[in-house]
């Protein structure tokens, strides 16, 4: 009670003192808080500045602006989305990346003074001032953060099966309970109609559950194998160099695309943007990184040297005319009844092949007395469970 009494008097003798303390204590703290605030508006203003700075560079880009006598759409050359198509031009991310180290001098010197012929011709007719190439890079830039945009994702199908059993459910509640429609052969076609297509959706998708035909992919260097095999006639067998004697076909190295490329620097279609990439990856002494296009399930064993080496198979027999394609696509599906059906009606070169001639002397002899004349992979055990699934 003392003490309580003691505290009250020290308190209300020193009130002033305390009041004055309080007041300083406001004081200050809504000083920090004008600052914060004043801090937070520079803030905004400034990303909004930085927000209008790239709405103009993108509409530069796009050629929503006129600039000049002339306007260029940027993009029309360097996509700015996702495709699945083969441009040989840049992307726009790809000159953000290649580009993000350089200041906007160099950029607009490289812009409007091209050295190599490639951009030269591509770059004729562009006129841009120094500040609207600056906002074109501020734009570009962007992309190393936000990516390309993706497409939009397809629901329609499976828009259309949901509705399918809505529209089955509907009818057979309205059969059995509601019984709103009293003609019951109406509710009878609907389930059917409704019951067929919903099957052959499921049937269709679990027998493409795992199968990537015509499955294609832009690869981080864009190579061509029309470029190449047709156009420079290289065999394929110079870069697939084990396909006739082992497992995998092989993925040529960075040292052999050199090869070439120690003295070709520029290509007709990209000129020395995808070729640098090469060479920056020797030099750096690190491999190229590929994106596979045909792979078979893990459980499934596929030899190239028993089907190009024994076999003689032509490539184009599995991966289609790859030599008149720029990007190159899975052909077939890879698919087992697609392999048996092969394997079923494929006639071997039994006799004039070195592979069998130590092997299957029975088949030998039935040669020798003209009892048979051709064989299929099947009859030579083709088809048994265990030779790709051991």
């Avoid at 083969?86 to 993000?100: D, H």
């Avoid at 591509?122 to 190439?133: F, G, M, T, W, Y």
């Avoid at 459910?169 to 059995?176: M, S, Y």
């Amino acid at each position: 009670m003392q003490l309580d009494l003691s505290m009250k008097r020290f308190i209300f003798n020193n009130l002033k003192i305390i009041s004055l303390f309080i007041g300083l204590f406001y004081f200050f703290d809504l000083q920090v808080f004008a600052q914060e605030v004043d801090s937070n508006k520079n803030l905004q203003s400034h990303n909004l500045f930085k927000t209008d700075d790239l709405k103009i560079g993108e509409r530069l880009f796009l050629g929503l602006i006129k600039t000049e006598d002339n306007t260029i759409n940027c993009a029309s050359c360097h996509n700015t989305t996702v495709i699945d198509t083969f441009n040989w031009n840049p992307s726009a991310l790809e000159i953000a990346i290649s580009t993000q180290y350089i200041d906007s001098a160099a950029f607009a010197n490289m812009l409007l003074n091209p050295l190599t012929k490639k951009i030269s011709e591509a770059h004729k007719n562009v006129k841009l001032s120094a500040e609207q190439i600056v906002l074109i890079k501020q734009y570009l830039n962007n992309f190393i953060i936000s990516g390309l945009e993706k497409p939009k994702m397809h629901i329609t199908r499976l828009l259309f099966f949901i509705f399918l059993i809505v529209l089955f459910v509907v009818a057979f509640i309205d059969l059995t309970f509601t019984k709103k429609i009293k003609f019951k052969p109406i509710h009878g076609l609907i389930m059917i109609v409704t019951l067929f297509f919903i099957f052959k959706i499921i049937v269709e998708d679990a027998i493409r559950l795992g199968r990537t035909k015509d499955f294609a992919s832009l690869q981080t260097i864009k190579f061509s194998h029309k470029v190449h095999a047709t156009d420079n006639k290289i065999d394929c067998f110079y870069c697939h160099h084990t396909a006739e004697t082992a497992k995998s076909a092989g993925i040529p190295s960075t040292n052999v695309c050199m090869n070439c490329h120690e003295l070709v620097r520029e290509g007709t279609n990209s000129g020395r943007f995808e070729i640098n990439k090469i060479i920056t990856n020797w030099e750096k002494e690190q491999s190229t990184h590929w994106i596979r296009i045909h792979k078979l399930p893990d459980h499934v064993f596929f030899s190239h040297a028993q089907h190009a080496g024994v076999g003689k198979l032509d490539c184009s027999e599995c991966h289609g005319k790859v030599e008149e394609s720029h990007l190159l696509r899975q052909y077939s599906d890879l698919s087992m009844g697609w392999c048996l059906d092969c394997h079923r009606t494929r006639k071997v070169n039994f006799l004039g092949n070195e592979y069998y001639e130590k092997t299957f002397k029975e088949f030998h002899e039935k040669f020798k007395k003209n009892t048979l004349d051709s064989l299929t992979v099947a009859e030579l055990g083709g088809v048994n469970c265990m030779k790709c699934h051991y």
